[in-house]
């Protein structure tokens, strides 16, 4: 089994690690109402999900 020699320091150890990053989410705009929302999720706006009513949103006036 391979075992280090030395111990890995700080700075190479953040260097390696600067290309860990996370990925910002995509978001589309919704064709039925304009919103962003997530892609192949129901807009949680209006409720639609291909062009059929998935989830009934009730709206506070």
Do not use: I, N, W
Not at 3 to 20: E, G, L, N, Y
């Amino acid at each position: 089994m391979a075992v280090p020699k030395r111990r890995t320091s700080k700075a190479r150890k953040r260097k390696r690690r600067t290309h860990f990053k996370t990925k910002a989410k995509a978001a589309q705009a919704c064709p039925r109402c304009g919103d962003p929302k997530l892609p192949h999720r129901v807009c949680p706006t209006c409720g639609y999900y291909k062009d059929t009513e998935v989830v009934q949103v009730e709206t506070e006036f």
